[in-house]
């Protein structure tokens, strides 16, 4: 997997996270998911380009939402899934909470984490449940917030009345949801340890499930079927991920050379390039390409294979193809302002500006695309704009330090009354307030 400002194809990179957890960025994954929880988000009265969807590289089946509108699914409930009704009934759950309000004692202190910095909160939240201590918590970003996803049964029964609801406002069915709480349920008695950990962050009762399937069977949406676009992305999602996820012989064995199909295709050119294998993958991927230009998935992958592996210039008409065709992707463009800067030429460089600065005011979190930018604005010589995207990373990683010192040194290098002064003064102004990480 590549460094998660990459979001190549699973862009998969992967930044490890406090506990040894890694979030997952990846344009195709996460633009398959939105695609078919968007429906949901709208029906909750929430605007989809306000949300995030992280992926965890977990094998453990759990969801979450954290530090305002941003949706945490493990790869493991994406794997898990048989649907694509089960997973959006899973989100609509999700969106429940934060329709409800139930994160908003907590998202002060989560204001500034960094996505990271929240896994971590959740992660030693969940340990604290199953093992009765908080002492997990206490290391997390520096935050003891022992009350964290620890839902009550009152609020997983709302979020619940409040997905049938988006479902219903939707015109989908709720079965996917009453299954998923069906599997949870013959879950609950095995031991704590044994448990997936949705069931120790979202308490399950008898009554919720009843709830869920009286619903069923009255709602008149209950035999709407998945759609077949859905159904096809959900292939797809678990075609790439298991092949990014998996041991390569794995996924090799699952999908054998005789298997001319798209997903098998996609994923043993993925199992060549993990291994590495270059000069097999590489004519896989140029056959998919051919077969289907207008996909921008399969240039993106084609630029990652060369990138990772040093052929720079190789890999910048790819990513520029793939940036072509999905132009409202931020992580391409992350991935190809990275290409820019490796490049080191000073017009590929004034590119890489534009690009970063473009995608960073959606993905504000990424704070390796803050660390290009910095890069590419000191080569620039403009040793200002430089200081103050090294500020915006500190405090995107939730550094406090860091972010104070380079937006002290900002100010000192910007024209006063400009926007980035402001800017930096701003920045500023909420590393100060952030709890001392350092």
Same mark, same amino acid.
């Given at each position: 997997?590549?460094?998660?400002?990459?979001?190549?194809?699973?862009?998969?990179?992967? $930044?490890? &996270?406090?506990?040894?957890?890694?979030?997952?960025?990846?344009?195709?994954?996460?633009?398959?998911?939105?695609?078919?929880?968007?429906?949901?988000?709208?029906?909750?009265?929430?605007?989809?380009?306000?949300?995030?969807?992280?992926?965890?590289? *977990?094998?453990?089946?759990?969801?979450?939402?954290?530090?305002?509108? !941003?949706?945490?699914?493990?790869?493991?409930?994406?794997?898990?899934?048989?649907?694509?009704?089960?997973?959006?009934?899973?989100?609509?759950?999700?969106?429940?909470?934060?329709?409800?309000?139930?994160?908003? $004692?907590?998202? =002060?202190?989560? $204001?500034?984490?960094?996505?990271?910095?929240?896994?971590?909160?959740?992660?030693?939240? &969940?340990?604290?449940?199953?093992?009765?201590?908080?002492?997990?918590?206490?290391?997390?970003?520096?935050?003891?917030? $022992?009350?964290?996803?620890?839902?009550?049964?009152?609020? =997983?029964?709302?979020?619940?009345?409040?997905?049938?609801?988006?479902?219903?406002?939707?015109?989908?069915?709720?079965?996917?949801?009453?299954?998923?709480?069906?599997?949870?349920?013959?879950?609950?008695?095995?031991?704590?340890?044994?448990?997936?950990?949705?069931?120790?962050?979202?308490?399950?009762?008898?009554?919720?499930? =009843?709830?869920?399937?009286?619903?069923?069977?009255?709602?008149?949406?209950?035999n709407v079927p998945d759609t077949p676009g859905n159904?096809?992305?959900?292939?797809?999602?678990?075609?790439?991920?298991?092949?990014?996820?998996?041991?390569?012989?794995?996924?090799?064995?699952?999908?054998?050379?005789?298997?001319?199909?798209?997903?098998?295709?996609?994923?043993?050119?993925? &199992?060549?390039?993990?291994?590495? #294998?270059?000069?097999?993958?590489?004519?896989?991927?140029?056959?998919?390409?051919?077969?289907?230009? #207008?996909?921008?998935?399969?240039?993106?992958?084609?630029?990652?294979?060369?990138?990772?592996?040093?052929?720079?210039?190789?890999?910048?008409?790819?990513? =520029?193809?793939?940036?072509?065709?999905?132009?409202?992707?931020?992580?391409?463009?992350?991935?190809?302002?990275?290409?820019?800067?490796?490049?080191?030429?000073?017009?590929? !460089?004034?590119?890489?500006?534009?690009?970063?600065?473009?995608?960073?005011?959606?993905?504000?979190?990424?704070?390796?695309?803050?660390?290009?930018?910095?890069?590419?604005?000191?080569?620039?010589?403009?040793?200002?704009?430089?200081?103050?995207?090294?500020?915006?990373?500190?405090?995107?990683?939730?550094k406090k330090k860091d972010a104070t010192q380079q937006?002290v040194r900002a100010k000192a290098l910007l024209l006063? !009354?400009?926007?980035?002064?402001?800017?930096?003064?701003?920045?500023?102004?909420?590393?100060?307030?952030?709890? *001392?990480?350092?």
């Amino acid at each position: 997997m590549t460094a998660i400002c990459l979001a190549a194809a699973v862009a998969v990179a992967t $930044r490890p &996270a406090v506990a040894a957890e890694n979030v997952i960025r990846d344009t195709e994954i996460e633009a398959d998911i939105r695609t078919m929880v968007t429906p949901v988000w709208r029906a909750a009265g929430l605007e989809p380009s306000a949300l995030h969807v992280y992926l965890i590289e *977990d094998k453990q089946l759990n969801s979450f939402v954290a530090g305002g509108q !941003n949706e945490f699914i493990n790869t493991g409930l994406l794997m898990r899934v048989e649907t694509p009704n089960q997973l959006i009934g899973v989100l609509a759950h999700e969106t429940g909470h934060i329709a409800g309000g139930h994160l908003t $004692r907590v998202q =002060e202190a989560m $204001r500034n984490a960094s996505i990271e910095g929240i896994i971590a909160m959740v992660l030693g939240a &969940a340990a604290s449940v199953a093992g009765g201590s908080g002492a997990a918590l206490l290391g997390a970003a520096g935050v003891a917030q $022992r009350s964290l996803m620890q839902y009550s049964v009152t609020q =997983e029964a709302s979020a619940d009345q409040a997905a049938l609801t988006f479902l219903d406002r939707s015109g989908q069915s709720a079965r996917g949801l009453l299954k998923f709480l069906e599997i949870l349920q013959g879950e609950e008695l095995l031991s704590g340890e044994r448990q997936d950990p949705y069931l120790r962050t979202h308490p399950l009762t008898s009554a919720r499930i =009843e709830y869920v399937r009286n619903h069923v069977e009255h709602s008149r949406f209950s035999n709407v079927p998945d759609t077949p676009g859905n159904i096809e992305l959900l292939k797809r999602i678990k075609a790439k991920l298991g092949a990014f996820t998996s041991p390569p012989s794995a996924t090799l064995a699952a999908y054998p050379e005789q298997d001319q199909s798209v997903l098998a295709r996609y994923a043993r050119a993925i &199992a060549y390039y993990r291994i590495p #294998k270059l000069d097999k993958a590489l004519p896989i991927i140029d056959g998919l390409i051919r077969d289907y230009p #207008k996909d921008p998935y399969f240039r993106e992958l084609k630029g990652q294979m060369l990138f990772e592996n040093g052929r720079i210039a190789e890999a910048r008409q790819p990513y =520029e193809d793939a940036v072509r065709l999905a132009p409202a992707a931020p992580l391409l463009r992350i991935s190809l302002a990275q290409v820019y800067v490796e490049s080191n030429d000073p017009k590929l !460089n004034k590119r890489a500006i534009a690009y970063l600065n473009d995608a960073l005011r959606t993905e504000d979190k990424e704070t390796t695309a803050w660390h290009l930018l910095a890069t590419a604005y000191g080569r620039d010589n403009q040793l200002g704009m430089a200081a103050l995207a090294l500020a915006e990373e500190g405090l995107s990683a939730g550094k406090k330090k860091d972010a104070t010192q380079q937006a002290v040194r900002a100010k000192a290098l910007l024209l006063k !009354n400009s926007a980035a002064y402001s800017r930096a003064e701003e920045v500023q102004r909420e590393a100060e307030k952030m709890e *001392d990480s350092e």
